[in-house]
């Protein structure tokens, strides 16, 4: 809804200048899953407000890359923490989506991030909103336990739930999901972002665990086999723990705005997707650049 007649001396704007509302959500590089008896790898941080803007500002956009996995198959290592994602400009306080925690390895504790990575075998998972914001922009990741026969490892947090702990049943043993992600309807749409990745399973007739909503992808083992996928690109996904194989890469961040169309400059860099939905125009940058208000 465009606002008029904002008094902001004082903060660099002149009396009565107008102002609209700019809503922008701000997802961070979600992180790799860790290799052998791997947890799942962190959702990027997810942060969304609503700021009122003055025309003719210039905000920079930097999209955080998902975190690159440990190369080679099989050896122990932690996945990669992904990177940063940040809006920029005066008259707003710089927000900055931090890059999800990367998957534990065997014997290695997950990582703190946006979302916290999943223990690697019988560790625990690292703490989620890290950096600490209000809200939270994402969850823990969750921990291994010492369990044969598949000794599962545990799932990484996403933007809205924590990972799961691996677990044995009696048909066998099951390594743990990922956390959800969070819904936004800023596009128009429900969409799930910054999910985290399932954690692996020790052998493969063990059943790696489920990616969570928003571009978390499955750990490795029973059907999943030779590693695990990267997480979803522009979704701050996490990827799946790996066993034998080599865990995917981070699925990369996205930051959306959604502007008045009334308002709307078309001043902007770095090629995003301009649509509209309702009275308001939506420009979803999967690269960085820049948006003129």
Same mark, same amino acid.
């Given at each position: 809804?465009?606002? !008029? /007649?904002?008094?902001?001396?004082? !903060? %660099?704007?002149?009396l009565?200048?107008?102002?609209?509302?700019?809503?922008?959500?701000?997802?961070?590089?979600?992180?790799? &899953?860790?290799?052998?008896?791997?947890?799942?790898?962190?959702?990027?941080?997810?942060?969304?407000?609503?700021?009122?803007?003055?025309? /003719?500002v210039?905000?920079?956009?930097?999209?955080?890359?998902?975190?690159?996995?440990?190369?080679? #198959?099989?050896?122990?290592?932690?996945?990669?923490? %992904?990177?940063?994602?940040?809006?920029?400009?005066?008259?707003?306080?710089?927000?900055?989506?931090?890059?999800?925690g990367?998957?534990?390895?065997?014997?290695?504790?997950?990582?703190?991030?946006?979302?916290?990575?999943?223990?690697?075998?019988?560790?625990?998972?690292?703490?989620?909103?890290?950096?600490?914001?209000?809200?939270?922009?994402?969850?823990?990741?969750?921990?291994?336990? +010492?369990?044969?026969?598949g000794?599962?490892s545990?799932? &990484?947090?996403?933007?809205?739930?924590s990972?799961?702990t691996? +677990?044995?049943?009696?048909?066998?043993s099951?390594?743990?999901?990922?956390?959800?992600g969070?819904?936004?309807?800023?596009?128009?749409?429900?969409?799930?972002?910054? %999910?985290? &990745?399932?954690?692996?399973?020790?052998?493969?007739?063990?059943?790696?665990?489920?990616?969570?909503?928003? &571009?978390?992808t499955?750990?490795?083992?029973?059907?999943?086999?030779?590693?695990?996928?990267?997480?979803?690109?522009?979704?701050?996904?996490?990827?799946?723990?790996?066993?034998?194989g080599?865990?995917?890469?981070? %699925?990369?961040?996205?930051?959306?705005? #959604?502007?008045p169309?009334?308002?709307?400059?078309?001043?902007?860099?770095?090629?995003?997707?301009?649509?509209?939905?309702?009275?308001?125009?939506?420009?979803? !940058?999967?690269? #960085?650049?820049?948006?003129?208000?």
């Amino acid at each position: 809804m465009t606002s !008029f /007649g904002y008094n902001v001396l004082g !903060f %660099g704007s002149s009396l009565g200048a107008a102002l609209y509302d700019m809503e922008y959500l701000v997802v961070a590089g979600g992180a790799a &899953g860790g290799n052998a008896n791997g947890g799942g790898g962190g959702g990027g941080g997810m942060r969304t407000t609503t700021t009122a803007v003055e025309a /003719g500002v210039e905000y920079t956009i930097t999209i955080g890359a998902g975190g690159t996995a440990a190369a080679g #198959s099989g050896p122990v290592a932690v996945g990669g923490s %992904g990177a940063n994602s940040t809006i920029a400009g005066a008259g707003i306080t710089t927000m900055i989506s931090a890059g999800g925690g990367g998957g534990g390895g065997f014997e290695q504790t997950g990582v703190a991030g946006g979302a916290g990575g999943g223990g690697g075998y019988n560790r625990g998972g690292g703490a989620g909103n890290t950096p600490s914001t209000s809200p939270s922009q994402g969850a823990g990741g969750g921990t291994s336990t +010492h369990q044969a026969p598949g000794y599962p490892s545990a799932g &990484g947090g996403g933007g809205g739930a924590s990972g799961v702990t691996g +677990h044995n049943n009696p048909s066998g043993s099951v390594a743990g999901a990922g956390g959800n992600g969070t819904q936004s309807s800023i596009t128009g749409s429900a969409v799930y972002y910054a %999910g985290g &990745g399932g954690g692996c399973a020790n052998q493969d007739q063990w059943n790696g665990g489920a990616g969570g909503n928003g &571009g978390g992808t499955l750990g490795e083992g029973g059907t999943r086999d030779g590693g695990s996928d990267a997480g979803g690109t522009n979704l701050g996904g996490g990827s799946g723990g790996a066993q034998n194989g080599q865990a995917g890469n981070g %699925g990369s961040g996205v930051i959306i705005l #959604s502007v008045p169309t009334a308002n709307y400059s078309e001043t902007i860099s770095g090629s995003p997707t301009v649509s509209t939905s309702g009275a308001n125009t939506i420009i979803k !940058f999967t690269g #960085s650049g820049t948006y003129t208000s």
